[in-house]
């Protein structure tokens, strides 16, 4: 595997469990945060922009 193609799963991985951590702290739902760790560095943006 290419340092790229680590980077990259890397920062995918890390971003899911940003998410899921952001998302229980914010609701304390399991369903949101699977549905905010699969939506990962979108759901990290957004919750950034909107603090």
């Known amino acids: 595997m290419s340092a790229r193609q680590e980077a990259t799963r890397v920062g995918i991985s890390f971003g899911s469990a940003l998410a ?3 998302s229980w702290s914010v609701n ?6 699977i549905l905010h760790g699969a939506l990962s560095w979108l759901y990290v943006i957004y919750y950034a ?3």
Do not use: E, Q
Not at 28 to 33: C, E, G, M, P, R
């Open 20 to 22: 899921i951590a952001i």
């Open 28 to 33: 304390k739902s399991i369903l949101w945060a």
């Open 49 to 51: 922009l909107n603090r």
